[in-house]
């Protein structure tokens, strides 16, 4: 069941969802934090049927901005950076749920938008009415919606939206004539530079099936871990707390459907573990087997980490580092439930300072990357990365590389993986490793683009350290 064929809660609960969506956003703008991490936070709180509207709406907020602050940019006279975050915030969220949803009254978005923004700290009355007035400027100017396809593909009076298409008395996007790359960026939402750099490598209709890809919200899975009953049990289970759940496409896997699921006793048992079916092969790659000695170089939040220690029977040990405090407090609540041999370290900052004393069979390297895999999922990420980012990343990515072949004992195995779908942080950093160490061999490498497989984006690679002669 999607936002679109939910009953309307009572405006309270619609003020309520409005309110939290515009907190998650200031915050995720003002802090650094990605919005999945504040809402996992905070969806608990809500009744199920209001979850999946919260979600809907401040992704869509923050995933259509580019879009949004264009349109808006025809209504308001000081740029939307300049404007107060809560405004700011507040226009945003008003013109997403107007332009982009279909079923939900234009009243109800700009009443609820409003009540929910009066309670925020710092706003007056005269924020109230400014974003009020905008919003129903932006109102009169949307002439209908429709489900066809339009007879013009690229007509700039209509923005694609959740499930159709909303039409405007006048243009609100570039001609697409005139420059290709803007129009595609604007209609999407996506910086000009990715739009570019994907045209040139994958071409302009893959390039915009990449675009549509990036702006679905892509349903939670979770992995059915080892010790769990048989998965129509477990299924059954989820049902009965009123989830929407059905069996994965991948062996032991479960999706959900609506938003994120909120407090569940198949979760509090260790029955599943969530992670995307992408992230699940990339951990699978590397198949440690019962008494493997195995390391998870970049280990934060721990779901891959959970996923190595099953296989790992008595025999075996996994340790799992990060480079704070922080994010291996994340690791230790994942690995908590589970039993196994396991201990978490914090490592420098810097791979070049990491020295563990001690090698290894397996390693995972599942680096920092640009995230232009997991756009549907991390919205935000295509704001925070700059074409520039890409060469501070990968020198990164080759420190993390050399630093996991230094502890990598004869014959072990490596898998390096990111959630970026960019060669310079994949294929290249493979190739450059190769380069730079003889002994390696690549077995294996995977790259998934998410407009092909209907999950996350990413890469991986399996890689072998051949034995030494002496042994």
């Known amino acids: 069941m999607n936002e679109e064929s939910r009953p309307e809660p009572p405006a309270k609960e619609y003020a309520a969802v409005r309110k939290a969506a515009l907190e998650l956003l200031c915050e995720a703008e003002s802090g650094g934090r990605f919005i999945d991490e504040l809402l996992s936070e905070r969806i608990g709180a809500f009744e199920r049927r209001d979850r999946h509207l919260l979600q809907e709406i401040s992704y869509g907020a923050l995933r259509h901005q580019n879009t949004l602050d264009r349109l808006l940019k025809l209504y308001v006279k000081l740029p939307m950076d300049r404007q107060a975050a809560a405004v700011r915030w507040a226009l945003r969220l ?15 978005a700009v009443n609820q938008t409003l009540e929910g923004m009066k309670v925020l700290e710092g706003v007056g009355k005269k924020n109230v009415g400014f974003v009020n007035a905008v919003l129903h400027r932006l109102i009169a100017d949307i002439t209908r919606k429709t489900t066809d396809d339009p007879s013009e593909p690229d007509d700039p009076n209509i923005l694609p939206s959740r499930g159709g298409y909303c039409h405007f008395s006048r243009p609100v996007l570039p001609l697409v004539r005139l420059d290709l790359v803007d129009h595609l960026s604007v209609k999407y939402s996506y910086p000009r530079w990715l ?12 390039t915009r099936a990449l675009l549509v890809a ?16 048989p998965d129509a049990e477990v299924i059954a289970a989820l049902g009965e707390e009123g989830f929407e759940v059905e069996a994965g496409p991948q062996e032991r896997t479960i999706l959900f459907a609506g938003g994120g699921p909120g407090p569940s006793g198949a979760l509090e048992k260790g029955w599943i573990q969530f992670q995307d079916l992408t992230a699940i092969q990339a951990g699978a790659a590397l198949a440690p087997p019962s008494g493997a000695r195995v390391l998870d170089l970049c280990s934060a939040p721990g779901g891959k980490s959970a996923q190595l220690l099953e296989g790992l029977g008595d025999g075996g040990s996994l340790l799992a580092t990060d480079r704070s405090e922080s994010r291996l407090a994340l690791v230790d609540a994942n690995l908590s439930r589970l039993e196994g041999a396991w201990k978490t370290a914090v490592v420098p900052a810097e791979p070049e300072a990491i020295d563990l004393g001690e090698s290894f069979t397996h390693i995972l390297v599942d680096a920092p990357c640009s995230n232009t895999g997991v756009l549907g999922r991390r919205p935000e990420a295509r704001w925070r990365v700059r074409r520039e980012d890409l060469d501070s990343l990968s020198a990164l990515q080759d420190g993390l590389l050399d630093a996991a072949v230094r502890h990598l004992g004869p014959g072990g195995r490596l898998v390096y993986s990111t959630c970026s779908i960019e060669p310079q942080e994949n294929e290249e950093r493979v190739a450059a490793l190769l380069r730079r160490d003889p002994s390696l061999v690549e077995l294996e490498t995977r790259l998934f683009l998410p407009h092909r497989v209907d999950a996350d984006g990413g890469y991986y690679s399996l890689l072998r350290k051949q034995p030494s002669k002496e042994s």
């Open 195 to 206: 739009v570019k750099t994907w045209i040139s490598r994958f071409g302009v209709q893959e």
């Open 214 to 229: 990036g702006n679905r919200t892509p349903r939670l899975c979770a992995r059915v871990t080892a010790h769990a009953p």
């Open 94 to 108: 008003g013109s997403y749920q107007l332009v982009y949803l279909n079923r939900v009254p234009a009243h109800a």
